[in-house]
């Protein structure tokens, strides 16, 4: 990843339905017209975990430059293993990691091959660091903010100590955000700040 990418966690969010999406767009859709707009999402653990193989190859097919990042909530198991390898095999290159949400269990750097991220309260991997929210975010660079600023200032700020965190030989990563609800036009606006700071 050559520079900054900013995403979200999930696009399928009802009320984005006529602010982002246009109001009369079918869900099947939702995929290809946020993959216009941001290169990257965080999958939520429940959505991931329901693919069947020819949904998994339906989504890595609507999609061109883009990654997908998988979140896990807490723990591992061996269903979750299985379903990540059947993931990986379909989707290759664009699964770019996981993303581990955990303050009880300590992933490897890596599951089944794939890059881990850790977001903890209380422990980290080894390596690349930065503290945000409270929360240390740690592995395989990545950013995650569940209350992003409105004002450009404030999101610009963010951005810089993200990218002061990383190391001196990477020029980008993945960077979402979450929370309960997530705005689409302070979304948008992080990333037309990304783009102005030269991330």
Known sequence: MNNLQIGTVGWLHPDWQGAFYPADMPEEWQL?????????????E???????????????????????YLAVDGTWDEAKRQQLRMIKQIF?????????????????ES??????????????????VWETEGRVLSGAPFGY???LPADGKLQATVLKEFMQSLPKNLLGAPFFIGGESINMAQVSNLKIVGEVSGY
């Open 32 to 44: 290809d017209y946020y993959s216009n707009a941001l290169h990257v999402v965080l999958v939520p």
């Open 46 to 68: 429940a959505q991931w975990l329901a693919w069947d193989e020819d949904l998994a190859a339906e989504y890595a097919d609507t999609v061109g430059d883009f990654w997908f």
């Open 92 to 108: 290759g290159v664009l699964l770019g990691g996981v993303v581990v949400f955990s303050d009880s269990w300590l992933p490897d």
């Open 111 to 128: 599951l089944e091959g794939v890059r881990v991220s850790l977001v903890s309260n209380k422990q980290q991997l080894a390596g690349w």
């Open 145 to 147: 903010v569940e209350q």
